[in-house]
C-alpha cells in the first residue's frame, strides 16, 4: 500500500471517528442529563440535516473555486473542535441549539471533501475507493466500542473526544495530498451549483415516485438514529452504545451480499427488501427487551445492514443508472438534499415530537417512555412507504450499473 493510500484510510477512519463518537450516544446525553424534551433533542439531531442542505452549495462555491481541499478541510475541522468542545460545556437549549448548528456547518462539508480527495488521488476508484472507505466504518466502530466500554454515553465526554478526535484530524489533513480547486477560474453558475439539470430526471414517474418515497422513508429511519441509543439505555441493556456497533459490522457483511442480490433480484426487489427491513426492525425494537425477548433486541440492530444497504445504496446504483454522465453528480447531489438534507431535519423533528408524546413522569420525577408505541409508529409509516413503491414504483429493466462491479470486486 502507497503512502497515500495510507493517508486517505487514516483520513477516512478519522473522519467517521470523529462522527461516531457523539452521534450515536448524543440522544441519551440529550435527554437523560441535559434534561431536553424529545422535541429538542429531535430539533438538535436535525441540525446534521440542516447543515447538509447547506454544505454542497459550500464546497461547490468555495472549496472548488478558491481552495485548495485539504487546507478547507483542515480549517472546518479545527474550527469545529474548538466550537464542540464549547457546545460540550453548554446545559440550556437555547444556547445550545445554535451552537450544535454551527458545528454541523463546519463538519458536513468535510463528509464530501474526504470523498473528493480521495477519488482525485486513487489510479482506479471502482478498485481502491471501497478499501479506502470501509476505514470509514471501522473508525465509526471504534468509537462506539470506545463510549460504551466506558460507559460514559450520558455525559458530555463523546463530545469532547470527538472534539479533541477533530482537532487531530485537522492537523493530520494538513499533511493529505494537495488537492487544489478544480474549477477555479471558471464562471460561477447557479444552476451547476444547485444541481438544477438534474431535475430532468423528474420526467419519468418511477424515478419521481423514488424520490418521493425515499425522501418519506428518511422520516421513519430518523426514529432509529436519534433515539435508538436513549432507548436500549432506559431499557436496560448495558453498554448499548458498543452494542450498536453490531449494526455497522452487518452493513458491512449486506454491502458484500449486495451485488450478488441486485443480479438475481433487480433494484425494485432490493429496494422493497430495504423498507420491509425498517418495519421489521421497528417491530423488534416495539416489542423488545432486555428479559425474554433481548433476541429481538439485537436482531434490531443486525438488521441495519439490510436496512441500510438495501434501500440507501441501491437507491445511489438506481440514481447512477438513471443518469446520464452530465448529470450524475448534480443527480447525486439532489438525493443527498432531499434526504440527508430536508428528510433528516423533518424526520428528526417529528420523531422528537413522538417520542415528547409518550412521556412518561413518574412521581419521583423520574422520565420514562412508552417506547412501544413510538416504535410503531416508524413501523406503520416505512410499511405504508413500503406499499407505495410496490404499486407505483415500476422501474426501467435494470441496466448493469458500474457500482455493481465495485460491488463484485469486493464480494470476490
Not at 437523560?32 to 447543515?51: P, R, V
Request: charged share 10%; glycine share 10%; with cysteine.
Amino acid at each position: 500500500m502507497t503512502a497515500t493510500r495510507v493517508k486517505l484510510s487514516v483520513m477516512m477512519f478519522l473522519e467517521y471517528f470523529v462522527y461516531g463518537a457523539w452521534y450515536v450516544t448524543a440522544g441519551t446525553y440529550f435527554i437523560e442529563t441535559l434534561k431536553f424534551n424529545g422535541g429538542q433533542a429531535g430539533l438538535a439531531y436535525g441540525s446534521m440535516g440542516i447543515a447538509a442542505m447547506i454544505s454542497p452549495f459550500f464546497v461547490g462555491m468555495v472549496a472548488d473555486r478558491f481552495f485548495s481541499s485539504e487546507r478547507v478541510m483542515a480549517v472546518l475541522l479545527i474550527i469545529g473542535a474548538v466550537v464542540l468542545y464549547y457546545v460540550s460545556t453548554i446545559t440550556t437549549f437555547s444556547s445550545f441549539y445554535p451552537l450544535l448548528i454551527i458545528y454541523a456547518l463546519t463538519f458536513m462539508p468535510t463528509l464530501a471533501l474526504a470523498n473528493s480527495i480521495s477519488f482525485d488521488h486513487i489510479e482506479n476508484p471502482a478498485r481502491d475507493f471501497p478499501k479506502i472507505r470501509v476505514l470509514g466504518t471501522i473508525g465509526w466502530i471504534v468509537a462506539g466500542v470506545l463510549v460504551g466500554t466506558l460507559g460514559i454515553e450520558s455525559t458530555s465526554i463523546p463530545m469532547k473526544i470527538a472534539a479533541a478526535g477533530s482537532l487531530v484530524f485537522g492537523l493530520f489533513a494538513l499533511t493529505l495530498p494537495h488537492t487544489p480547486p478544480h474549477a477555479a477560474g471558471q464562471r460561477l453558475r447557479v444552476r451547476d451549483v444547485l444541481g438544477l439539470d438534474a431535475l430532468s430526471l423528474f420526467k419519468d414517474k418511477s424515478f419521481t415516485v423514488f424520490v418521493v418515497g425515499s425522501f418519506l422513508l428518511v422520516i421513519p429511519l430518523q426514529f432509529y438514529y436519534t433515539f435508538t441509543n436513549a432507548f436500549l439505555n432506559e431499557s436496560g441493556m448495558t453498554q448499548a452504545a458498543t452494542k450498536m456497533t453490531l449494526g455497522q459490522a452487518s452493513e458491512l457483511g449486506f454491502m458484500l451480499l449486495l451485488p450478488w442480490f441486485l443480479t438475481r433480484l433487480g433494484i425494485k426487489r432490493i429496494m422493497l427488501l430495504g423498507m420491509a427491513a425498517w418495519a421489521v426492525r421497528y417491530l423488534f425494537f416495539a416489542y423488545g427487551n432486555t428479559g425474554p425477548n433481548l433476541w429481538m433486541l439485537y436482531a434490531g440492530i443486525l438488521i441495519h445492514g439490510m436496512c441500510y444497504d438495501f434501500f440507501f445504496v441501491s437507491g445511489q446504483i438506481y440514481v447512477d443508472e438513471q443518469a446520464t454522465l452530465k448529470i450524475r453528480a448534480a443527480a447525486q447531489g439532489l438525493i443527498a438534499f432531499v434526504t440527508l438534507g430536508i428528510g433528516n431535519v423533518i424526520g428528526s423533528w417529528l420523531s422528537g415530537l413522538v417520542v415528547q408524546a409518550y412521556q412518561i413522569t413518574g412521581p419521583n420525577g423520574a422520565i420514562t417512555h412508552d417506547w412501544r408505541s413510538i416504535w410503531l409508529i416508524p413501523a406503520v409509516g416505512s410499511a405504508v412507504i413500503f406499499v407505495i413503491f410496490l404499486f407505483w414504483f415500476k422501474p426501467k429493466p435494470d441496466v448493469k450499473s458500474p457500482l455493481d462491479e465495485v460491488g463484485m470486486r469486493i464480494a470476490a
